[in-house]
């Protein structure tokens, strides 16, 4: 395989210990997490998710997204080939006490969730300035 092709990367079936009650699969989304000087930012792909089946929380310091596909869509579908499974998404997070939880802000769009974490002030760089003496 050359530098320049892509290979696709195998869905995680998460465990039915870690699953919810609802019944159906659930995999683990890919998640990218950048982190600002004064945010962090986390994008999660949950493909087939629309906006009003995200449901996220955030309890004792845990952060968990849950993203439910309509599988109305896929009843009568009789597909000859398919590269993927369709479940729902489930992942959880510990949020660090530098992270203003009351801040935290959510959009979804096509398939993508993002979250903006916003850092508490005395958790977000500043200039000291040197006194002379």
């Not at 609802?22 to 629309?50: N, Q, T």
């Not at 869509?73 to 998404?89: A, H, K, M, Q």
Request: overall charge negative.
């Amino acid at each position: 395989m050359t530098a320049q092709e892509m290979t696709a990367k195998e869905k995680q079936e998460l465990s039915a210990a870690q699953e919810k009650t609802r019944p159906g699969r659930y995999y683990m989304p890919d998640v990218d997490i950048r982190e600002f000087p004064d945010h962090l930012e986390l994008w999660a792909d949950m493909p087939g998710v629309s906006d009003k089946n995200v449901h996220i929380t955030l309890e004792n310091g845990v952060l968990s997204l849950e993203g439910r596909v309509d599988t109305d869509l896929y009843e009568g579908l009789s597909p000859l080939y398919t590269e993927y499974n369709v479940g729902n998404y489930f992942r959880q997070f510990s949020v660090h006490e530098s992270v203003d939880c009351a801040g935290i802000k959510a959009t979804m769009r096509n398939g993508e969730l993002q979250l903006t974490l916003p850092k508490v002030e005395a958790a977000k760089p500043r200039k000291i300035e040197v006194q002379v003496s």
